[in-house]
């Protein structure tokens, strides 16, 4: 009933964010779609039990079709039949279906319409090898993409989505790789060969990623002609790696590294004599010893991270 005042009292509402809303089902948000036709900009649904494929079955040809901008966060009766909805909006640029886990290989053809999409958040899915073929054949210009914990992807997959026939893995800038049991060096060493422009890149807990990656990545240059070199990474929890991968660390190696994840890596094991040394060449580079997200900008974090 709530949400039946609100979406009649607020019908010039142009952006909505409902988080934790759990006793609101599809007659409630389904008014709101529906009754704000000003609607265009974005909405975020977090937590919601009982939002499901209902709410969005007659998108069509609502105002909200010229959404930019949305996020289905944790909402676990979502599935394939929304995101065909979703595919009708021309003007998408961001959708985040992050811990949906109804969300599998046959959601992914459906996205590859978006042609406007640049961010694609798939976190928890239930997506595979072969979804992420698909979306490697498709051209989207996606330049952030979340796969975390989508644990039945493995380095196949993730291989052809970078090399596939299209270009929808060719302007990546943001990848998240993090919680994958099925990533390993073969996926970082694509990543490395790949002619693309990797700035933020996290492999947390990928436990069979070894010191061969971060050479790899050492090694791999700015791509030619768009200047664009890693400077975030992320190697938390990779407990294959070891110290001698902090010799990859000094220079002429990451020329444009700014921030490095090491919590639970055999590269924290030496903090007093090569980490020093690697603070003086490099005084710019945050060494994060803390387990904290990309940047330390997880909102909770108190710490002074090495390098400040």
């Not at 985040?96 to 992914?108: E, P, V």
């Not at 002619?195 to 947390?204: A, P, Q, T, V």
Request: proline share 2%.
């Amino acid at each position: 009933m709530g949400m039946f005042v609100l979406s009649e009292g607020c019908k010039g509402l142009e952006s909505v964010r409902f988080c934790g809303f759990s006793k609101v089902s599809d007659a409630g948000f389904d008014s709101v779609l529906h009754s704000c036709l000003k609607l265009k900009k974005k909405i975020k649904v977090r937590n919601s039990l009982f939002l499901s494929d209902l709410a969005f079955q007659d998108l069509t040809g609502v105002v909200s079709c010229a959404l930019v901008e949305v996020r289905l966060l944790s909402c676990r009766l979502i599935t394939i039949e929304t995101v065909e909805k979703l595919a009708l909006c021309w003007s998408l640029e961001i959708l985040d279906l992050g811990g949906c886990k109804s969300i599998a290989d046959s959601c992914l053809s459906s996205i590859s319409r978006l042609h406007k999409l640049t961010a694609l958040n798939l976190s928890g899915a239930d997506i595979t090898d072969s979804g992420l073929y698909v979306l490697g054949q498709g051209s989207l210009p996606i330049t952030n993409l979340c796969l975390r914990g989508c644990k039945r992807v493995t380095d196949k997959g993730v291989t052809r989505l970078l090399c596939g026939g299209g270009t929808t893995g060719k302007r990546l800038t943001t990848l998240d790789l993090g919680y994958m049991p099925g990533i390993s060096d073969e996926t970082i060493l694509a990543v490395a060969a790949a002619d693309i422009g990797i700035i933020d890149l996290c492999i947390r807990s990928c436990f069979y990623v070894t010191d061969s990656s971060v050479e790899a990545l050492a090694r791999k240059r700015s791509v030619q002609g768009m200047n664009k070199q890693l400077r975030r990474l992320d190697l938390c929890n990779c407990i294959s790696l070891s110290a001698e991968s902090l010799r990859w660390l000094k220079k002429p190696s990451f020329q444009g590294l700014h921030w490095l994840g090491i919590c639970n890596t055999g590269l924290a094991s030496n903090v007093d004599s090569t980490i020093t040394e690697i603070h003086q060449e490099r005084p710019w580079l945050t060494l994060c010893l803390d387990g904290c997200e990309i940047g330390c900008h997880d909102g909770w974090q108190f710490h002074k991270p090495e390098g400040h």
